[in-house]
């Protein structure tokens, strides 16, 4: 019922950039905070990005200045543009809705690699 679908991730060389997409179904993301998260090769899953009902962003510090967290309520989606990529933000990234984290997506894979 309740499903969040991640898309835009690939392949991308050093300083590259991309832009992730949370699109939801069966639920308002407007009504909850949604983070993005990430699990790298042998790492736990980490959260990177949050933002608020109210439009209000968060970021961890590895990503900060570099990404970018925005929503889009007429299409029920939220963003995750992604600047001056490193090696080390390669992972595969999710989404999810609430403090309480639900409606995981499958996640895309983003690979950064010269």
């Known amino acids: 019922q309740v499903q ?3 898309s835009g991730g690939g392949v991308v060389q050093p300083g590259g950039s991309l832009r992730l997409s949370c ?9 909850y905070a949604t983070g993005w ?19 209000n962003p968060y970021y961890t510090d590895s990503v900060k200045g570099r990404f970018t967290i925005s929503r889009d ?9 992604m600047n001056s990529l490193k090696s080390e933000d390669t992972a595969v ?3 999810a809705a609430g403090l309480v984290p639900f409606g995981w997506g499958p996640g895309t ?4 690699s010269s």
């Not at 007429?74 to 995750?80: G, H, I, K, Q, R």
């Not at 894979?109 to 950064?112: A, C, D, F, I, M």
Request: glycine share 4%; hydrophobic share 30%.
């Open 93 to 95: 990234y999710y989404c």
């Open 4 to 6: 969040l679908v991640e």
């Open 37 to 55: 998260f990430r699990q790298a090769p042998g790492k736990e899953r980490e959260q990177i990005s949050c933002i608020s009902s109210s439009d």
């Open 23 to 31: 699109a939801a179904s069966g639920v308002r993301l407007d009504y």
């Open 73 to 81: 309520n007429a299409e029920n989606t939220v963003y995750l543009q």
């Open 109 to 112: 894979q983003v690979t950064v």
